[in-house]
């Protein structure tokens, strides 16, 4: 059974490392092409079958082992960006982070103290700005970096204690930081590096194009970026 178990493994292996061999098939025009596509495709079979044969144990074990096989008690993966939804019941639904990095725990912070009360789209779409400009020039170049720059996130700066009270809210934010440093994609502010409230206008809002109103907040793209 283990010799039977390493040869499908194989099998499955060399199909996909060998998958451009499907595009060699041409599909018979005559009255019955799948009957002649199935007798090609049982030949090329045969031949794989045939190849496997030749090759030794370990090969074979090297070529199964590459083939992931899931397991008992595997766990289901996280959110890849065609399942990202930008609703509570949604974000609700994904596991708590565990005790993350300290670029995470910046991101965190920052979303919860910048934009809490706002929707998770909100939420998000603070947390592309700040990931925007860690990846631009001129700003630094970590997110922890990006946050703690003076004068650009008002909590910093306020002169209050950065306390978190809210620990539903915290958690919150928490997962939305660990989606984006896993990945998610950035696609509401259209490459945004800056927000403000509708309660302010400051003086570089007429010099950035907006990209995007979501909530109270308004964002802008910084020329070149």
């Not at 493994?9 to 060998?18: D, E, I, K, T």
């Not at 083939?67 to 960006?81: L, Y």
Request: aromatic fraction near 8%; proline fraction near 6%.
């Amino acid at each position: 059974m283990r010799l039977l178990d390493i040869w499908m493994r194989g099998a499955a292996a060399l199909m996909l490392l060998s998958g451009a061999a499907f595009a060699d098939v041409t599909v018979s025009q005559s009255n019955d092409p799948a009957g002649q596509l199935g007798g090609q495709l049982s030949a090329l079979l045969g031949a794989e079958r045939n190849a496997l044969g030749t090759l030794p144990v370990q090969r074979l074990e090297a070529m199964a082992s590459a083939v992931k096989r899931p397991g008992k008690n595997e766990k289901p993966s996280k959110a890849t960006p065609a399942t990202l939804r930008y609703d509570e019941a949604w974000l609700a639904s994904q596991p708590a982070p565990a005790k993350g990095s300290d670029e995470w725990k910046c991101l965190a912070t920052a979303l919860y103290f910048e934009a809490r009360g706002e929707s998770i789209q909100g939420q998000f779409a603070v947390a592309e700005v700040i990931l925007n400009r860690v990846d631009r020039s001129g700003y630094p170049q970590s997110i922890c970096g990006v946050v703690n720059q003076g004068g650009q996130f008002s909590y910093t700066f306020d002169g209050r204690p950065d306390t978190i009270r809210e620990r539903a809210a915290f958690q919150r934010s928490g997962k939305i930081a660990a989606l984006m440093l896993d990945g998610a994609p950035r696609k509401l502010t259209q490459g945004a590096t800056h927000f403000h409230t509708r309660a302010v206008r400051p003086g570089w809002a007429h010099r950035f194009p907006r990209t995007a109103v979501i909530g109270a907040h308004l964002f802008y793209r910084q020329p070149g970026a």
